[in-house]
């Protein structure tokens, strides 16, 4: 699903890089004789139609559609790193140069409300939906020993502190789609999984069980070996935007980068890079007051999220208030 919804949908920034890596595949491998299926298991379909329902609740909570809150969203988190009906949509908009409601960019964007729809929008796109085997006894003993070894795998590894805790429902996904891979693996099939779940991929590079282990690999790591291959017809900044973004979240540089950004939009280039003390002192009053005030920047909460918008906005007005003091107390100092 992580791969799966920006590859479909207009406007994503990774959109292009993924239509490219498709379309290559299967044009190279259609000469050379040979079939390759796109397959979504049906268990996936529920994450992103949720995953679409969510971005219209972020919408509407955030209030999203005003454009000087969606730049600022779009600021903080990067179209990226936030719901990806979301980012593309800021891009959509940016694109537009006007505000376009949320439900209006959806219809175009995302024209499904259902697994129905969306499998039937996948199948346009070339993308197969398809079952697993559960009535298969084989499969059903492989998904109890996926499912086991993935669920200790998590519980572990949320009490040292790697990872934040995984919704069962995610979990019995994998273990269901890892299941089914294996036993086609048994059956001869040439398989892969690929998803750009990094914690997944640590806990099965860890554990190795069965084979499907084996066959599973990064979304940028099929992207570099299809570009190497083949070549990847697109946009050198998108693909560069692809395999060379921050996807692992580091708040204080991302709180950095977004008063540093914040005050380039008001301020001149060269001056917002002389007053590095006054950012790096705010950015650490506003470390200790999230800290203070249990604010989560980072977090699928909607609620959160609001609450972290509000915080952001509240630091702003003290950040300009702030700089234009350090200003004109230099200016004097230069007279």
Not at 52 to 77: A, C, M, P
Not at 78 to 91: I, L, Q
Not at 237 to 247: F, K, N, P, T, V
């Amino acid at each position: 699903a992580s791969i799966v919804m920006p590859a479909i949908t207009e406007g994503h920034p990774f959109r292009p890089v993924y239509q490219s890596v498709i379309s290559k595949l299967s044009e190279e491998l259609g000469e050379a004789g040979k079939v390759c299926e796109l397959l979504v298991v049906t268990d996936f379909l529920n994450e992103i139609v949720s995953h679409k329902k969510l971005g219209s609740r972020i919408v509407e909570e955030l209030g999203l559609e005003d454009l000087v809150r969606l730049e600022k969203h779009i600021l903080y988190y990067g179209a990226e790193n936030t719901n990806v009906f979301v980012g593309a949509y800021a891009s959509w908009v940016g694109r537009e140069k006007k505000a376009v409601p949320f439900d209006e960019f959806l219809k175009v964007a995302a024209p499904y409300t259902d697994e129905l729809g969306l499998a039937s929008f996948l199948e346009r796109l070339g993308i197969r939906t398809v079952s697993v085997s559960e009535h298969d006894a084989s499969f059903q003993e492989l998904h109890r020993n996926f499912s086991r070894t993935l669920s200790q795998a998590y519980a572990h590894f949320r009490e040292i502190g790697w990872f934040r805790e995984k919704a069962r429902i995610l979990i019995e996904h994998e273990a269901r789609q890892l299941a089914q891979i294996e036993l086609e693996l048994k059956q001869g099939w040439r398989s892969y999984f690929v998803t750009a779940d990094k914690g997944l991929r640590e806990i099965l590079a860890l554990t190795r069980p069965g084979m499907a282990w084996n066959v599973v690999i990064s979304h940028l790591g099929l992207v570099q070996l299809i570009d190497l291959l083949l070549g990847v017809d697109v946009e050198p900044r998108s693909l560069a935007r692809l395999l060379w973004g921050i996807m692992e979240v580091d708040e204080h540089a991302s709180l950095r980068n977004y008063f540093v950004d914040l005050a380039l939009k008001r301020r001149d280039e060269a001056l917002v890079m002389t007053l590095p003390e006054i950012i790096d002192r705010f950015v650490e009053d506003a470390e200790r007051a999230a800290k203070l005030e249990r604010v989560k920047f980072f977090t699928k909460s909607v609620e959160d999220k609001a609450k972290a918008a509000r915080f952001l906005d509240r630091f702003e007005e003290n950040f300009f208030a702030g700089m234009a003091e350090v200003v004109q107390r230099r200016r004097k100092q230069n007279i």
